[in-house]
């Protein structure tokens, strides 16, 4: 087997399905394993633990000198595809739960809909102070639900500065929004 994986993986590189073939059958079950002793969860998880991982190493392969080498290299992919997984999880419960208490948090005897216009009208505001750029930003990140890649493609600037702008631009409005609270 050692000296087929410098071959398997030359051949994935290259894009032989074959060798995607003969990868997937190989070592599904050793990335299974992996996935089911990172995240603990359930059958159906970590099979989609495991798709997205071996796209990723489709992806992704280069040749790997050794099987030592290519095991470590494909645990590293699975424990990341793993905690991304999970990252994505967690913010989409917690989109959820700030859902759920903005209808909780309504005071008895007031519309919802008109409470839940006033905030939206209130961070449109506080919105449009901010820097032209910054609010374009916002529109596509979270209007139009583009990727940070594609905003930062079509703003000609790196993801980095999209991801940082977006992150100082956010705090702002989230210390506004405490500071508005407190009053």
Do not use: H
């Not at 087997?1 to 074959?18: C, F, N, V």
């Not at 059958?25 to 071996?54: H, P």
């Not at 050794?66 to 095991?71: I, K, R, T």
């Not at 007031?110 to 374009?136: M, T, Y």
Request: some cysteine; proline content about 3%; overall charge positive.
């Amino acid at each position: 087997m050692p000296e087929s994986i410098p071959k398997l993986t030359a051949a994935m590189a290259a894009g032989d399905a074959r060798a995607v073939e003969a990868f997937y059958r190989e070592y599904f079950d050793f990335m299974y394993r992996q996935a089911k002793q990172l995240t603990g969860r359930d059958e159906a998880f970590c099979l989609d633990v495991v798709q997205d991982a071996v796209i990723r190493v489709i992806r992704t392969v280069r040749p790997a000198a050794s099987e030592a080498q290519f095991f470590a290299w494909l645990r590293l992919v699975t424990q990341t595809v793993a905690y991304d997984v999970l990252k994505a999880e967690s913010r989409r419960r917690r989109r959820e739960t700030v859902f759920a208490e903005v209808g909780s948090a309504v005071k008895p005897g007031f519309d919802a809909n008109d409470e839940v216009r006033d905030r939206l009208d209130w961070i449109g505001s506080e919105i449009a102070k901010l820097d032209p750029e910054i609010v374009r930003m916002i529109e596509l990140r979270f209007e139009k639900r583009w990727t940070l890649t594609r905003v930062a493609a079509a703003m000609g600037v790196s993801i980095g500065t999209v991801d940082g702008r977006l992150r100082r631009a956010l705090r702002e409005l989230r210390d506004a929004a405490a500071e508005a609270k407190s009053e």
